[in-house]
């Protein structure tokens, strides 16, 4: 990996920070596609049970790198390497079956903000701010600003903000439901790095199965989702950590789950 991607574990907590400061973290090929790489490599790796996702500087990101953009399509070749890229890093994200938590330090705009729509709980500083942003340069989005958002936070909101491109506040996003918690901005790193120390003391086969039913649930009826949801636990039933955890309230201690 190089710079600018920083990467570090915490325990069984890893967090990829997008270090492209001076552009306001813009995303480009070679970002989204070392942001790929190191969301797999989490995805793949049993020691990790927990992936955080922040940015440098005053913005989480601005969104897409338009000068990038400019020049594919100068050379002809827009639509087959930033934008291709941007879809295979999203959908890396999203089909994660750990959780990631996003610790959103400033801006997010446009693919930035898209971003966010994969991921699975949001902390936002207060100064932070989110804006679609592609109707003020004529451009469409295509990580989920008008297909994702208005399911996140209803669609007359999703419509004023992508037909506007103008920002709303932390507090505001927070409201209507899309942001988990709002913290001082000097307090955002040690509250996500808390939340996400504590869910992976969880069970990771538990954490696995809550957010596969809650995912489907989005897409399938109440009766078929409460199917899904008992088949989940009938086979974790069969599970180590099923009976550790049993195990543990009972003797009145600290469980220890293996994730098996």
Same mark, same amino acid.
């Given at each position: 990996?190089?710079?600018?991607?920083?990467?570090?574990?915490?325990?069984?907590?890893?967090?990829?920070?997008?270090?492209?400061?001076?552009?306001?973290?813009?995303?480009?090929?070679?970002?989204?596609?070392e942001?790929?790489?190191?969301?797999?490599?989490?995805?793949?790796d049993?020691?990790?049970?927990?992936?955080?996702?922040?940015?440098t500087?005053?913005a989480?990101?601005?969104?897409?790198?338009?000068?990038?953009?400019?020049?594919?399509?100068?050379?002809?070749?827009?639509?087959?390497?930033?934008?291709?890229?941007?879809?295979?890093?999203?959908?890396?994200?999203?089909?994660?079956?750990?959780?990631?938590?996003?610790?959103?330090?400033?801006?997010?705009?446009?693919g930035?903000?898209?971003?966010?729509?994969?991921?699975?709980?949001?902390? +936002? !500083?207060?100064? &932070?701010?989110? @804006? *679609?942003?592609?109707?003020?340069?004529?451009?469409?989005?295509?990580g989920?600003?008008? /297909?994702?958002l208005?399911?996140?936070?209803g669609?007359?909101?999703?419509?004023?903000?992508?037909?506007?491109?103008?920002?709303?506040?932390?507090?505001?996003?927070?409201?209507?439901?899309?942001?988990?918690?709002?913290?001082p901005?000097?307090?955002?790193?040690?509250t996500? +790095? !808390?939340?996400? &120390?504590?869910? @992976? *003391?969880?069970?990771?086969?538990?954490?696995?199965?809550?957010?596969e039913?809650?995912? /489907?649930a989005?897409?399938?009826?109440?009766?078929?989702?409460?199917?899904?949801?008992?088949?989940?636990?009938?086979?974790h039933?069969?599970s180590?950590?099923?009976?550790?955890?049993?195990?543990?309230?009972?003797?009145?201690?600290?469980p220890?789950f293996?994730g098996?």
């Amino acid at each position: 990996m190089s710079n600018i991607l920083q990467t570090h574990r915490e325990g069984r907590v890893q967090w990829l920070c997008l270090n492209r400061p001076e552009v306001l973290n813009a995303l480009d090929s070679a970002l989204l596609t070392e942001l790929r790489v190191a969301v797999e490599a989490a995805t793949a790796d049993p020691e990790v049970r927990v992936i955080a996702l922040t940015g440098t500087g005053r913005a989480f990101s601005a969104g897409g790198d338009l000068k990038f953009v400019l020049g594919q399509i100068n050379d002809g070749i827009v639509g087959t390497d930033a934008v291709a890229t941007s879809v295979e890093t999203f959908t890396a994200i999203r089909n994660c079956p750990k959780p990631v938590i996003a610790a959103v330090n400033g801006t997010a705009i446009a693919g930035g903000f898209e971003m966010l729509l994969h991921c699975d709980v949001i902390f +936002a !500083a207060q100064s &932070a701010q989110f @804006a *679609d942003g592609h109707a003020k340069y004529g451009l469409l989005p295509g990580g989920g600003g008008a /297909a994702v958002l208005p399911r996140r936070i209803g669609l007359p909101r999703a419509k004023a903000l992508l037909f506007s491109g103008e920002p709303v506040s932390a507090d505001t996003m927070r409201d209507w439901g899309l942001v988990y918690r709002v913290v001082p901005d000097d307090q955002l790193r040690d509250t996500v +790095a !808390a939340y996400c &120390a504590t869910l @992976a *003391d969880h069970s990771p086969l538990v954490l696995r199965g809550m957010k596969e039913v809650a995912d /489907a649930a989005a897409d399938n009826d109440e009766e078929m989702a409460l199917r899904h949801e008992m088949l989940v636990l009938r086979n974790h039933m069969n599970s180590s950590d099923f009976r550790e955890g049993l195990t543990a309230f009972t003797e009145k201690r600290s469980p220890v789950f293996e994730g098996r």
